[in-house]
């Protein structure tokens, strides 16, 4: 605290301005503090309460909004974002895109290429443990 | 090094998608790629769960003809609809969820998550309408919702099938709901033995089949219905004539074409199928049980 009347005072910062000015030969009388401590740690108090009223405010302004976005934004975890094979390859997968940001220009339509449906591979089976049952959404 | 016997593997299952899910892995890290499977039928439920408000699904279904950023396998999702829808021949129809909620199908089998479609929203017969475009940006006609259903299970099982081959998988077998789809390294011969179960009783299998690299998918009429809950049929004819089949199964090359061509087997005994190089069974509501030439290929 610069104005704690505790500590020693600062050296007399006239001299620093005029070096050639003697130094005076008796000390110089104690300056009378203007703020008293309580009152500079009323007004740092009262500061920070209302920045923290202010952030406060804010937080919750910008929670709502994101909040309200969310029933537009897609959800996908990182395990399926970065674990599967990106099908179709002419996708570009971004999360920076959302409804709200559709350019003016859209993109371009596309059509999804399938492959179409081919015949499957017989095999021969023996293992009990690998049995798989094939039934109607069980 | 030489490979690890095939026997070496290991099964693990978790209740997802509404349905009993089953990830069997043979080499590689078994543990760790079967949870890894899991962890992928999880996320891409998120995606395309019509019981999540926030999915892909259900973000498009309430878009009222906006366009809507999706995930790209959502993207790739869609655009198996498209295909399917075209080549069944409107058999297989991503749009009726309208129908079957307003049939009652409206909360989920396994929890209390219910699901809703917006007032006006319809099936359609024509989904050309359906636009895509390079930034992943879907539009869907305003009043048109999607269900990602049997087909949303079937290439969920597509793609973590290939993504557990690409990890280091020797054979895998990837079961959702019955669902199947298995694949396998070059250099491997093993095959998965498959019970097709029976529609009536599902404890019975009506065959067993062994399928070395492909799916197969099985869907009946009943489906939506377990323990007295749901509805007693969720398929629709798109004429609105009878369904002459309680259940078909089909075998494929991927699991998500199996599902489709499964819509299209229940409702026509159609050789479409067969002409195509797919094989079919076709159960009716006598049991009597119709299989294509080529299913005795695949019978163990």
Known sequence: MLNDPLLPSPPARSSERNPDKAMPTQPTPRRIPTKKPATAAKILVTGLSATAVIGMASGYTLAGKTKAQQINQPVMSPVATSAMTPQPSTQVVTNEATPSMVAATPAPVIVVQVPQATPATPGTANNNWQQQQSSGSR | ???????????????????????????????????????????????????????????????????????????????????????????????????????????????????????????????????????????????????????????????????????????????????????????????????????????????????????????????????????????????????????????????AWAEAWTKFALQSNDTLIEKLGLVVLRIDESGAVTQSDTWQEFLQ
């Open chain 2, 1 to 255: 090094m030489s490979p690890l016997p095939l026997t070496l593997g290991t099964r693990q299952h978790r209740i997802l998608m509404g349905v009993r899910c089953e990830v069997s892995v043979i080499g590689g890290n078994v543990h760790t790629l079967a949870e890894e499977g899991l962890r992928m039928v999880a996320d891409l439920e998120q995606l395309w769960s019509r019981f999540i408000p926030s999915s892909d699904i259900c973000r498009l279904n309430r878009a009222d003809g906006e366009p809507v950023w999706v995930n790209g396998r959502t993207v790739a999702l869609i655009g198996h609809m498209i295909a399917a829808h075209t080549a069944t021949q409107g058999a297989y129809n991503p749009t009726l969820l309208p129908a079957l909620i307003q049939h009652g199908d409206t909360r989920s089998l396994i929890d209390d998550k219910t699901s809703t479609v917006p007032a006006l929203a319809h099936a359609f017969t024509d989904i050309s309408g359906i636009i895509i475009r390079a930034d992943n940006t879907v539009t869907i006609p305003a009043h048109m919702t999607l269900d990602a259903g049997g087909l949303g299970k079937g290439f969920a099982a597509d793609l973590i099938a290939d993504h557990l081959i690409s990890r280091g998988a020797e054979s895998v077998c990837v079961n959702l709901g019955g669902d199947i789809r298995v694949a396998r390294t070059p250099d491997t011969t093993h095959a998965w033995p498959i019970h097709i179960m029976s529609p009536s009783d599902a404890t019975q299998s009506v065959c067993t089949i062994s399928l070395a690299q492909g799916a197969v998918a099985t869907s009946h009429t009943a489906a939506r219905q377990r323990n007295g809950q749901g509805i007693t049929c969720h398929i629709a004819s798109p004429n609105g004539s009878p369904i002459p089949f309680v259940a078909a199964s089909v075998i494929a090359s991927t699991a």
